[in-house]
């Protein structure tokens, strides 16, 4: 891409200018990213730097470990596999300094080993982050084509980038060259080397502590896992209150995906977040569970009332239309078979026999008549009724599955269907 801007043209014309990975980044990289591996078939070992093969007498697991190839002196980790060729790929980025900018280069390494070849290893840079000390950037590096769905490097030249995916140059190598120098901007806004954890690419935290001021306040109050979350996530203003008592009262924050989960519950809570009782809690999973669990408690209620209501309603329209057969009761000594009276008890009938007499919306269906049958009370099947064909459709107990009660249920719906008809006819 031709560069437009003055930043674009002034990176153009310096990355040409930038000297290549010197012999110890080479060595460092070429053993971190690849190590020394053998590989074993039967008894036979082949190294895969010098391609030297050797036999190994009886192998155990301690020799597979740290078996020393006897023609180049490497202790290899040895893995048991039948291959003649192997091919290796993997990653890394160097993080240098350049004329006053930030300059983060991303490397692709490969290594192409032969049984009996000296293998061949490849560093091969595929793009390069430049950030100038106002945290501005700029792209320099190969094209990326799409190939089946996926989107790779190409062998184009080093040149000014602006992608529709910058995401992919956004990416940072599986491993990072310890030697780093970094531009006086940064370390002024309290940049530190490294933490135990970290979960933000160097080039995206560069830039938010370039470009965001709560990223320097966080850094400087010790704060570094909220750093990081501000850095990919950025923090709303409603919350931003509780971060600073989490700073004035000393309070650090170690898992800040959590708390600020727990800040959300605490908002929808209606509690005050500028409280250090709520937002500095002594154990942060057990006051975001105990939180979590007040307000699905709380939401489940709301659900429960709104659902009440809606069968109100339902039940309304459902007794208007079958008010002529409600009243219908068929009895043959302890079992007793009646019409459901309302949409409630479709509900409550769907969820004690464990069917879809509700959810399948059977209030609603036209010469359809429901009706429960029990026996001394307890709940045995339920029976459809067609009213124009005057036929049991079908009659379900638990888990839709027949009882012993069954065809004694369907024949005494069937002995009484002329009276069933002859108060239907409208439904």
């Not at 809606?310 to 000594?333: C, F, H, P």
């Not at 007793?336 to 209030?363: D, R, W």
């Amino acid at each position: 891409m031709r560069p437009r801007t003055k930043l674009q043209k002034q990176v153009a014309g310096l990355f040409p200018k930038m000297r290549p990975l010197t012999e110890a980044q080479r060595k460092w990289a070429d053993e971190k990213c690849f190590g020394n591996m053998g590989y074993l078939c039967g008894h036979k070992v082949w190294c895969e730097r010098c391609g030297h093969v050797f036999e190994i007498d009886n192998p155990t697991h301690s020799q597979i470990i740290g078996e020393v190839c006897p023609e180049c002196g490497r202790e290899l980790k040895v893995e048991l596999s039948r291959c003649r060729k192997k091919r290796r790929d993997s990653s890394f980025s160097v993080i240098i300094t350049y004329k006053g900018f930030q300059v983060l280069r991303f490397f692709e390494a490969t290594i192409h080993a032969q049984k009996g070849v000296p293998a061949e290893v490849y560093l091969n840079e595929l793009f390069q982050n430049w950030i100038a000390p106002d945290g501005r950037d700029v792209v320099v590096g190969r094209s990326l084509e799409a190939v089946n769905y996926n989107l790779r490097f190409t062998y184009s030249p080093f040149e000014v980038r602006e992608s529709s995916h910058p995401e992919a140059y956004a990416m940072e190598g599986i491993y990072l060259y310890p030697r780093m120098s970094i531009i006086p901007e940064l370390r002024l806004r309290g940049w530190v080397p490294d933490w135990k954890v970290r979960t933000v690419a160097h080039y995206r935290f560069m830039k938010a502590l370039l470009t965001y001021p709560k990223v320097e306040t966080l850094i400087k109050a010790g704060q570094y896992t909220l750093a990081e979350n501000a850095a990919q996530y950025g923090i709303p203003d409603d919350i931003w209150p509780s971060v600073r008592i989490c700073i004035r009262r000393g309070y650090i924050v170690k898992d800040a995906s959590m708390w600020r989960d727990m800040v959300s519950i605490l908002v929808h809570l209606g509690k005050d977040v500028r409280n250090h009782v709520y937002v500095c809690p002594a154990n942060l999973k057990e006051a975001h569970d105990k939180w979590d669990a007040r307000l699905k408690e709380i939401e489940a209620r709301k659900e429960r009332e709104a659902m009440l209501r809606d069968l109100a309603e339902k039940d309304s329209v459902y007794k208007a239309r079958m008010s002529s057969v409600l009243g219908i009761t068929l009895s043959d000594g302890n079992l007793t078979i009646i019409p459901l009276q309302s949409v409630t008890e479709f509900y409550e009938e769907g969820k004690v026999m464990h069917h879809c007499v509700y959810n399948a919306e059977y209030y609603k269906r036209p010469h359809c008549l429901i009706m429960t049958a029990r026996v001394d009370g307890e709940r045995m099947e339920t029976v459809e009724v067609d009213t124009r064909s005057g036929a049991v459709i079908q009659s379900r107990g638990k888990f839709n599955k027949n009882t012993t009660w069954h065809d004694a249920i369907v024949s005494l719906v069937n002995r009484e269907m002329p009276r069933i008809l002859s108060i239907t006819n409208n439904i």
